[in-house]
């Protein structure tokens, strides 16, 4: 189901009305508006990438990019347009732009099967295909310069969008889940499996930490009073200290057996 909200009147109290709503025949685990057309979406999910119309009526219309061997037991996780702050400076300021020039070229769909698929925009056709990874990507995020991955090999890679080779890449305690870009191109926020958060900065390739968990059930803590820590026991396997000022990890133990 695919349901549109009309959330224009909520900062007066008013509550959220159903614009739009459509039944889907297919599987849909990836939704995104187009950033130039309030109207127009994009979906992805298993074996089909598709676009979609928000007709006056307020009924949607959706039609399938053309896949053929592509789509046979191919499940699409992920979907970003290449799109970000310059395109936008561009669309707002060139109003003699139509919204099919607009910069806004192609979307890239990522999959299971550690593929990157490259679709054009304007005739929703697909271009090309790209192998990135062996394991699958869980989440995309691109610009006109690059693009960000994802996966469930636990890396987070940077690659340019003729995905040659990687610019750079920072490795997890588990699957990358989420990626998304910075208006200004020079920072990478990445979420994990395991509730890890963290940022990665182009400008001198340095990834931060921001926030870490247990990935598993916490078993037993305590304070140590003199370096102001609180010491937490996992069944992940791991022993960490916090920082009780602040909550960032100090210390990390692990031990393989129990």
Not at 100 to 110: C, D, G, P, Q, T
Request: proline share 2%.
């Amino acid at each position: 189901m695919i349901t549109i909200w009309d959330i224009s009147k909520v900062h007066r109290g008013e509550v959220p009305e159903i614009a739009a709503r459509q039944t889907s025949e297919f599987n849909i685990l990836c939704l995104k508006f187009s950033p130039i057309d309030n109207c127009r979406l994009v979906s992805c999910g298993k074996e089909n990438i598709r676009f979609w119309r928000v007709r006056e009526t307020n009924n949607i219309r959706g039609s399938a990019v053309v896949l053929n061997h592509h789509a046979r037991n191919t499940v699409f996780t992920s979907l970003d347009f290449e799109w970000g702050a310059t395109s936008a400076a561009v669309y707002g300021s060139a109003n003699h732009v139509s919204r099919e020039n607009a910069s806004l070229k192609r979307v890239y769909v990522a999959s299971k099967h550690g593929m990157i698929y490259q679709i054009n925009y304007a005739t929703e056709a697909l271009e090309r295909t790209y192998r990135t990874n062996d394991s699958a990507i869980y989440t995309i995020a691109v610009n006109e310069e690059f693009c960000v991955t994802g996966s469930e090999d636990k890396f987070l890679r940077v690659w340019p969008l003729d995905f040659c080779e990687f610019l750079m890449e920072a490795k997890h305690e588990g699957t990358v889940c989420q990626v998304e870009i910075s208006t200004d191109h020079l920072r990478v926020v990445c979420g994990t499996l395991y509730g890890s958060l963290g940022i990665l900065d182009k400008s001198n390739q340095r990834y931060r930490t921001l926030i870490r968990s247990h990935h598993n059930a916490i078993l037993s803590m305590d304070f140590h009073v003199p370096k102001r820590n609180i010491i937490t026991v996992s069944s992940d396997n791991t022993i960490r200290l916090w920082d009780l000022q602040n909550y960032d990890q100090a210390v990390e133990f692990s031990s393989p057996i129990d």
